[in-house]
């Protein structure tokens, strides 16, 4: 059964939660029986794709609706959302699993406070998400030839969390084509998780 929805954009339970919630079950266990040792890992249809996570009571399924294909960087980014989900969870409820599986009654009421939880994870991945798309935008910054000593000092300082990009700016306008190339590239390849986590992506047409 369904035990939680957390939905990013429509906060409403919708009437076709619990079927589509069965279904998902019923074909995570369908390939398990075909002998796939942890069921579904993914599933893609037009632009839905779902993401399977299991664990040793639940499975979490990210569901994600985009218009392009996710660029690489963006998988372990989305599995490491997905297995976070499952491990929380079950660590937060542990007992009421365990009841729940030997009286086969569980109350989605019960893991109502799994919410906060959420959005605490949510945010955490944003500001690392933020840190990636940043340090994404300077590492082909330089493999564009971009000099390093312009590089470099921007990155040490994203890894502490600082918000870096304005500063290239300061960088010769020598370098303006391949720093716009590299943030045209790095917004496109992995738009939908930028749009996920809300991160403020930077314009090539800024830097004119």
């Not at 069921?39 to 996570?53: N, P, Q």
């Not at 340090?135 to 470099?152: D, N, T």
Request: proline residues 4%; negative net charge.
């Amino acid at each position: 059964m369904l035990l939680h929805k957390f939905d990013l954009v429509h906060m409403d339970q919708l009437s076709h939660d619990q079927l589509m919630s069965g279904f998902l079950s019923a074909l995570n266990s369908f390939a398990a029986d075909l002998g796939f040792p942890e069921g579904v890992g993914l599933i893609r249809s037009g632009t839905m794709e779902c993401r399977f996570s299991p664990g040793k009571f639940i499975f979490s399924a990210l569901i994600i609706d985009y218009s392009m294909p996710l660029g690489l960087n963006s998988e372990g980014i989305l599995s490491g959302l997905a297995n976070d989900v499952t491990q929380l969870f079950e660590e937060q409820f542990s007992q009421q699993l365990l009841d729940g599986e030997v009286s086969h009654v569980y109350r989605s009421s019960d893991f109502s406070s799994f919410r906060s939880v959420l959005n605490d994870l949510i945010d955490r991945y944003g500001r690392e998400t933020f840190e990636l798309y940043q340090k994404l935008i300077l590492i082909e910054s330089m493999y564009a030839k971009v000099p390093q000593k312009w590089i470099i000092p921007l990155i040490e300082r994203a890894q502490k969390g600082k918000s870096v990009l304005d500063e290239l700016r300061m960088i010769p306008k020598a370098y303006l084509p391949q720093l716009k190339k590299v943030i045209r590239k790095i917004n496109y390849e992995s738009a939908p998780v930028w749009n996920l986590f809300a991160i403020t992506q930077f314009a090539a047409e800024d830097f004119d």
